[in-house]
């Protein structure tokens, strides 16, 4: 496969009003829509290549799935070593976060977070670059999400990473709103996906859902500054990420029937919080369901918390996820 040409998001103008016409919608130094339906994205995270320092010990490329749509993927390789005592790897299959409307799988903090976490589980991780909202509306996002996993299906055999993968150990992953993404299709009848391919697992971090009614946590945190998720922030990402004329009550943003083992992480200072709780008192099944709160900390805190107390709680949630995928007996 050859390399991908990874795409730049631009700093957004101030004098682009004379040209686009009025800002219809945005969120404040995030994004900006325009009358004529030009958008601009901030730089706020940089994009990276695909290299590592050879000390972490984890081998990085990217792939072409879909070159017409500019659909990629970052993949990781954990090198194993001769004493290592299995001779395939478990596969995660990665959707970042951004409201549905920006991110990057070659952004720098997914790029640390998920070659750590190869290196933690020993486990092959695939993070789907998919299509941005509003340009691409839901359904083109999970859309996306079932073509990399036909795109896996149909190359299990081409390269060395997949000679590597065991297929019948494949988690799905994300946070925010690709948390989302994962959930719906791990939800989603096999034939869907068009597998062979066994889903062991589903790993929801502060998974994105909404609804017209607010709930406690979105109260509390509406006003506080510091979160990297408002409210008002989060209303913004599902109006233009939505179908047109859809609300928060479409069932893009509502959870589904969970069907596979499930670790769900909660950030306590989330606002997202009681929606990814009732998640899991709605299942009600604990030998299917896991859920780790995690105390003090807030939205994305494992990609952009900067505090203490945010990369101690990151190492504690790279453990669970290490655990989860490795059926650690202390963790089930």
Same mark, same amino acid.
């Given at each position: ?5 990874? @795409?730049?998001? @631009? ?60 659909? &990629? ?7 194993? @070593? ?8 478990? /596969? ?14 070659? &952004? ?42 036909? &795109? ?7 390269? /060395? ?172």
């Amino acid at each position: 496969m050859g390399a991908t040409k990874l @795409t730049h998001v @631009t700093t957004i103008n101030p004098n682009n009003t004379n040209i686009h016409g009025p800002v219809v919608d945005e969120v404040e130094g995030l994004i900006r829509v325009y009358k004529d339906g030009h958008v601009e994205r901030s730089p706020i995270v940089p994009c990276v290549g695909p290299s590592l320092p050879p000390e972490l010990g984890v081998a990085c490329s990217d792939v072409h799935i879909d070159k017409l749509k500019n659909v &990629w993927a970052r993949l990781y390789l954990p090198m194993m @070593t001769k004493s290592s005592s299995v001779s395939k790897l478990p /596969l995660l299959i990665y959707f970042h976060g951004g409201g549905f409307c920006v991110g990057s799988a070659s &952004w720098s903090c997914y790029h640390d977070f998920l070659s750590r976490l190869s290196a933690r589980s020993q486990c092959l991780v695939m993070s789907v670059n998919y299509r941005l909202a509003p340009e691409n509306p839901l359904p083109a996002a999970y859309e996306d999400g079932f073509n990399a996993i036909r &795109w896996l299906n149909k190359s299990r055999n081409d390269n /060395l990473w997949s000679k590597l993968c065991d297929f019948d150990r494949i988690f799905l992953a994300g946070d925010s709103a690709g948390g989302n993404i994962a959930h719906r299709i791990a939800a989603a009848d096999d034939s869907d996906v068009q597998k062979p391919m066994k889903i062991e697992g589903t790993i929801l971090i502060q998974s994105f859902f909404g609804g017209e009614a607010r709930t406690e946590s979105e109260r509390r945190v509406e006003n506080n500054k510091s979160s990297v998720l408002s409210l008002a922030a989060s209303d913004a990402w599902w109006r233009l990420a939505l179908p047109r004329g859809a609300n928060r009550e479409h069932p893009y943003c509502k959870p589904v029937k969970i069907t596979t083992r499930t670790l769900v992480c909660v950030a306590e200072m989330d606002l997202l919080m009681d929606r990814d709780m009732e998640m899991c008192d709605n299942i009600g099944n604990e030998k299917l369901i896991k859920r780790v709160v995690y105390r003090g900390v807030g939205h994305a805190f494992q990609i952009l918390g900067k505090s203490q107390l945010a990369h101690t709680t990151t190492l504690e949630m790279l453990c669970h996820i290490d655990d989860f995928i490795n059926h650690y007996d202390h963790f089930n």
